[in-house]
């Protein structure tokens, strides 16, 4: 059965996570990737949309998100603005609409892809707040008394860090994939993406070392995979040795990021 997502030439998937994506695909309802940082979330919704040649629409969450923004604003200030100095239609309010990231997904005839970044920064009560929108894939414009309803359901890829739990209500209207930390040989396939003409002797010498650290008992932030690609950019700028690299650290600040993490290991 040919899946319609299985990786790109700049993203290497898994089979468990094409399936996921198909299912999401053929349910029409949002992809729940979780993981911890660093393994791929993100780029996985760009991956996605190249491979589908789709466009995507990003909506990165904060702390001070609110579900309404993803969906509509509508500019109060602009239309006070206009009507006291002119320069805009102030009985046209849908002029003063502004759709958001998957308020436009939705509003326009072509498929797409939403990416819905680390849900897991906002409010506890941020996805049940989009319980309905996800589900009907339609959203109201209350100044203008409108429903809008996808003609084509865009796929919107959720990713979280696993730093708060979410509600089992938005859970049962996704389908869930958990992103698994790479093992040694597809963590050699991501590396030979970005670094395809790197020493081979150089790259087996640094994923020696990343693995012993993933492995290393006390550490506070354990690099991830974008940290050891950063590594390499880094070793490789500065002409470093495999040898160099096997005895010890060598520009450790790309590759741990916590200050006693670094400390415990010079010491």
Same mark, same amino acid.
């Given at each position: 059965?040919?899946?319609?997502?299985?990786?790109?030439?700049?993203?290497?998937? /898994?089979?468990?996570?094409?399936? *996921?994506?198909?299912? $999401?695909? =053929? %349910? +029409? #309802? !949002? &992809?729940?990737?979780?993981?911890?940082?660093? /393994?791929?979330?993100?780029?996985? *919704?760009?991956?996605? $949309?190249? =491979? %589908? +040649? #789709? !466009? &995507?629409?990003?909506?990165?969450?904060?702390? /001070?998100?609110?579900?309404?923004?993803?969906?509509?604003?509508?500019?109060?200030?602009? #239309?006070?603005?206009?009507?006291?100095?002119?320069?805009?239609?102030?009985?046209?309010?849908?002029?003063?609409?502004?759709?958001?990231?998957?308020?436009?997904?939705?509003?326009?005839?072509?498929?797409?892809?939403?990416?819905?970044?680390?849900?897991?920064?906002?409010?506890?009560?941020?996805?049940?707040?989009?319980?309905?929108?996800?589900?009907?894939?339609?959203?109201?414009?209350?100044?203008?008394?409108?429903?809008?309803?996808?003609?084509?359901?865009?796929?919107?890829?959720?990713?979280?860090?696993?730093?708060?739990?979410?509600?089992?209500?938005?859970?049962?209207?996704?389908?869930?994939?958990?992103?698994?930390?790479?093992?040694?040989?597809?963590?050699?396939?991501?590396?030979?993406?970005?670094?395809?003409?790197?020493?081979?002797?150089?790259?087996?010498?640094?994923?020696?070392?990343?693995?012993?650290?993933?492995?290393?008992?006390?550490?506070?932030?354990?690099?991830?995979?974008?940290?050891?690609?950063?590594?390499?950019?880094?070793?490789?700028?500065?002409?470093?040795?495999?040898?160099?690299?096997?005895?010890?650290?060598?520009?450790?600040?790309?590759?741990?990021?916590?200050?006693?993490?670094?400390?415990?290991?010079?010491?």
């Amino acid at each position: 059965m040919k899946l319609p997502f299985t990786g790109t030439a700049d993203y290497i998937s /898994t089979p468990e996570l094409n399936q *996921a994506v198909s299912c $999401a695909l =053929a %349910l +029409g #309802r !949002p &992809l729940l990737v979780k993981g911890e940082p660093g /393994t791929g979330k993100t780029v996985l *919704a760009q991956a996605i $949309a190249k =491979a %589908l +040649g #789709r !466009p &995507l629409h990003k909506w990165h969450i904060k702390s /001070t998100s609110q579900a309404q923004d993803g969906l509509y604003t509508y500019d109060v200030v602009a #239309r006070l603005n206009d009507s006291r100095f002119g320069g805009g239609d102030v009985h046209n309010i849908r002029h003063y609409i502004r759709t958001g990231p998957l308020g436009t997904a939705l509003s326009r005839d072509e498929e797409s892809v939403v990416l819905v970044d680390e849900i897991d920064k906002a409010d506890p009560e941020f996805p049940n707040d989009l319980l309905r929108e996800l589900d009907e894939m339609a959203f109201t414009i209350a100044e203008l008394d409108e429903i809008v309803t996808a003609k084509k359901r865009p796929l919107v890829i959720i990713t979280s860090n696993a730093e708060k739990e979410l509600p089992d209500a938005f859970l049962r209207r996704c389908v869930f994939h958990f992103l698994e930390f790479p093992n040694a040989d597809r963590m050699q396939e991501i590396v030979r993406v970005h670094h395809p003409q790197l020493d081979e002797g150089l790259v087996d010498a640094a994923m020696k070392r990343f693995f012993e650290l993933r492995h290393r008992r006390g550490l506070r932030k354990r690099p991830s995979t974008s940290e050891l690609v950063d590594w390499l950019t880094v070793l490789a700028h500065h002409g470093a040795s495999p040898d160099l690299v096997a005895a010890g650290l060598p520009y450790a600040g790309s590759l741990l990021k916590d200050e006693s993490d670094l400390s415990s290991f010079v010491n």
